[in-house]
């Protein structure tokens, strides 16, 4: 039998302080399983792309999810997703009657984790996956696109989607707007909010502005 007095058995239960180096093996353990969290989970798929176009995996909210769809209704035919995650947009297009619904994302255990959410779904032959840079993804036949992308990025894809897509397009936009473009319906509020663009209207409105433009010019 231990014949520890009750002081000297509760002293031991009482937390310890940690001390500088308790701390320090802390903060370096939580370091360490953060970077091997981004090294193995995270960043493959992502060494080819230029270090200012890299965006972090978020998933949207079952809220945002909701608010893309509300901006989607009455739209038909195709749409992708660029950046689909872990798929939750491409598959809820799907189940509103969106096909081909299709999903662009370079990390590719975000990819085996979309197939696998399909499957458990029973609609793995309705919607795709694939691993593509979604930068060099061909847009010019997208009826309908949906993208929630850090703000940093949103600039140079305004470019991208301004470029390509055709004039019936559908752009919604998840949790961050569009920088320079006007919106035709918001739907949400903070951290859900979506913002849809139609490329008809916004086409017609960067043309007003050149033809404005040229007036004021020819004037001066
Ligand atoms: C904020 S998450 C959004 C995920 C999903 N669309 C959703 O709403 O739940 C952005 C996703 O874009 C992917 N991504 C970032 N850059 C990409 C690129 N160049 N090509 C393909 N996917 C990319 C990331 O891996 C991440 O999964």
Known sequence: ??????????????????????????????????????????????????????????????????????????RKGGLVDLGSGDGRIVLEAHQHGFSPAVGYELNPWLVRLSRFHAWRAGHQDKVSYRREDLWKVDLTKCKNVTVFLAPSVLSLLQKKLQAELPDDALVVAGRFPLPDWKPCRIEGHGVDRAWAYSMQAHKQHAVRNDTELTKENESS
Do not use: C
């Open 1 to 74: 039998m231990d014949d520890d007095t009750p002081d000297e058995v509760f002293a031991d239960l009482r937390p310890k302080h940690l001390g500088v180096w308790g701390v320090a093996q802390i903060a370096a353990g939580t370091g360490l399983a953060v970077y091997a969290m981004w090294v193995g989970f995270l960043q493959p798929g992502f060494r080819k792309v230029p270090l200012r176009l890299q965006v972090p995996y978020i998933p949207a909210s079952r809220a945002q999810v909701q608010n893309v769809m509300t901006l989607l209704k009455g």
